[in-house]
C-alpha cells in the first residue's frame, strides 16, 4: 500500500455519509460502487 496515500481512518458519522454516496451512487447506476477514503501524508524532509 501506499505510504504516501494510507486509508483514512473516519469518524462513525463520516463513515456513514460516505456509505449513503455508495448508495445513491449505486442506484443511478445500477453498478456496485465502493468509495475509498485516503489521507494524503506529507514527507518532511
Known amino acids: 500500500m ?3 496515500f494510507p486509508v483514512a ?3 462513525d458519522e463520516y463513515l456513514e455519509k ?3 454516496m455508495e448508495n445513491e451512487l ?4 445500477g453498478e456496485e460502487i465502493v468509495l475509498i ?3 494524503h501524508k506529507q ?3
Not at 449505486?26 to 447506476?29: G, I, Q
Open 2 to 4: 501506499n505510504q504516501e
Open 9 to 11: 481512518m473516519l469518524q
Open 18 to 20: 460516505v456509505k449513503k
Open 26 to 29: 449505486r442506484a443511478v447506476t
Open 37 to 39: 477514503a485516503y489521507q
Open 43 to 45: 514527507e518532511h524532509n
